[in-house]
């Protein structure tokens, strides 16, 4: 079972340096160091909070015109700074209402509407002539048709030799024509036998006269009053159908209607045609043959209509530079209106667009070197990629929230006389920001965050100095009041002290101004305070969602953890009790000594408590939890044990991000050991090798003393630190056979020094003073924990042995812990004396 454990384990730590090597990783490095993608992603977040930024602010720096509606009293004057033209609506609407009475009127002239009688016609003659021929061919057979049988019986024709032309079916004539023809009429047409010369004159004629076109109606209905002129006076548009070919006439006067058009035909039949009779006949046929084929399309004359009045230039009035628009307390007229509403509409695009770019470029260099100032001269303040995008998120909601504030000021103009036009953003709970990340980020952050903040509400505002202030003083109280939040009402606490520097900031800048309106400062003031309780109230409630979502670790969730009823505290103590007494006593050294030098109390306490989690795993193999006295590393090799120890730190990882510690507390866990060595099992791996030789008698491969190494980072923080110097004092201190104060002192300084030498305080903000302080605290509680017994006598009927240590089982010696680097007692190193003396 031990053999496939360590197998495994070694494969393991194999596959992790060759994945390191892979990717160009250097091992020896902390994960903190090598390169990500972090940078990139800090370059994108930069752009885009720096655009949205300058969309936001860029408003602000465009021609900013006071709004008003017409009755309202100006409260200022307002001249123009440039030229502008002034559209004069009055004259446009005349100038168009013109255009549009002048637009002609369309009809539409069907040109193939003879076609249609020139079928019906031809229909008719060629019926007739049929059955003059088939009449006469039955005469000439001797034939007598069943209509001459029916007439001769009606008494219509004789029998001897009857007339062709009386046995003619006149309904067949008719019905192709669509109307009667009168008995004289169809007479005089079947005399002449519908002769094709007749049909072709009539057509003629009737399609001279409908080319020409025939008026439907001189006033149709649906022409307006003032387009019955048009009729007569007006230019008219004719369009023909199909063609759509189109020609202007002066007047529709010079088309006829109906009965004028059946009047020409008719003179024109009589001029052409000397036969009276048949004049006659042709002219009753004719004249109920004619149709209207010119028609008023209502649809295109509308469409001129508006295409003229689209074509109508606008009027427009120059406005001249430094021309006077309004006065101060000029009640408003809505030429007035309209005049200042065109002045704000003739800023210039160009202009805003440079002031974008400009913003955008003030803003790229802003956060940028603020950025760079705290990642490179800040290190208490330890930001991620996710932690930006935070900051940037909450940002920009409260810029866009001002945003809408001041545009609600500037849409109310003067209506409100109480309401000034910072009154709305002086009501927004801007402090809630900088709560916000005072609480996640410490208040070195949230100062940064504040000034950030304060900076762009400003440039919001329109370079707003007053605000500038307001907002910087408000959110540095609110920052400064959360820090520590360590219960729920913190926050509530620090908006009511928030409200009251808002309302002491709003009072100051007041006494500045020459006339400050009483009402008016009393109810910015008011709004001021309630932003304060407000800004608290938003930062209670969404800590515990930030938590959620992001994954921080607040005081509030630090205490919660600190708790004895945490599961995995209960598991510790369970799985492994000695490990669990070891935690607890490196929680409250940790938390001492955090005190003294101004590092965080309560996550060094808490991560103490959680620094040896990993240890569940295999508690037996660690010497606290060996209670039997079994050893369990005598009967495996030096590198196996080596494995076993380091891989607690991995599992204490693990365990860290399944019960959802925070990131703090699973660093510090992942930092405690740093890259200490194991040097209990490299000396005696060491050993091994060299026994090994001397009985084989061959040169066998050297060890790597980086096998023998935790895999780091090295401590981070101060907390980080401060667990890695309390866990290996702590675990040192076990092994004193008599732990008297001078031997603890002693130790103490020892193990110190070690780390400080072998380069394990490195990367932390550990100063030469902060370890004085340290080892101070830590020899206080050494020497009260580990605080020499006084033997008990001996009761009647036992026996003296063991009398030396009373009796009690706590007395007897510990052994050596083998999952801590022995002391170095190496001479000839510049070591840190006098380390925790007064």
Known sequence: MKGRIGETMEKEKKTESRRRKSEGLDASKPASTRPTGLEHGKLIVLLTVSALTALLITPSFLARTPTYRPGDVAVRNVKADRDFLLLDEEATARKKEAARREAPLVFDLHERTHETVAVRLSKAFALMRRQIHNAQRALTLGLFPDRWHELMVQGRIGTPAPNPLAALDRESFEKPLGFTVPDQDFSV??????????????????????????????????????????????????????????????????????????????????????????????????????????????????????????????VYIQIKKNEMLIREGQRLRPEDVRKLQAYADSSSKQGGLLAFTGVFLFSCLFLGVLGHLVEARVPSVRLELKDYLFLAAILLIILAVGRCADWINSSLGSGLGYLDTRSFLYALPMAAGAMLCSIFFGITAAVFFSLTLAVFVGLLCGADYHLFAYTLLGSLVGSYGVNPCRNRLVPIKAG?????????????????????????????????????????????????????????TTDIRLLELASMDQPLLQELMIQAPGTYHHSLIVGNMVEAAAKSIGANSLLAKVAGYYHDIGKIKKPLYFIENQLDGENRHEKLAPSMSSLILISHVKEGVELAKKHRLGRPIMEIISQHHGKSLISYFYQKAMETREKAQNSKGADLPPIDIEDYRYPGPKPQTKEAGLVMLADVVEAACRSLSEPTAARIQGLVNRLINNAFIDGQLDECELTLKDLHQIAKHFNQILATVHHKRIEYPAQPGQTTKGKAHGGDSNQRESKQDKDRSAANGTSGRADLKRLGLQ
């Open 189 to 314: 047409l079947a005399q002449h036998r519908f002769s094709r010369h007749m049909e072709v004159n009539l057509l003629r004629w009737i399609q001279e006269i409908q080319q020409q076109g025939i008026l439907a109606t001189q006033s149709p209905p649906e022409v307006e009053e003032e387009k019955r002129f048009k009729l007569t006076a007006g230019p008219i548009v004719v369009r023909r159908i199909p063609s759509l070919e189109e020609f202007r006439v002066p007047s529709i006067r010079r088309f006829p209607d109906l009965d004028e058009a059946r009047r020409r035909l008719s003179q024109r039949i009589r001029e052409e045609e000397p036969d009276p009779e048949l004049a006659r006949a042709m002219i009753s046929l004719a004249a109920p043959l004619l149709e209207p084929t010119l028609f008023y399309n209502p649809l295109e004359t509308a469409s001129l209509e508006n295409a003229a009045v689209q074509a109508v230039k606008p």
């Open 496 to 552: 009511l002290l928030t409200g009251l520097a808002n309302v002491t900031a709003l009072v100051l800048i007041a006494l500045f101004q020459e006339n400050p309106s009483t009402l008016t400062l009393c109810t910015n003031t008011l709004l001021a305070f309630l932003s304060g309780i407000i800004a608290g109230v938003l930062a209670t409630g969404f800590t515990p969602l930030a938590e959620l979502l992001c994954g921080y």
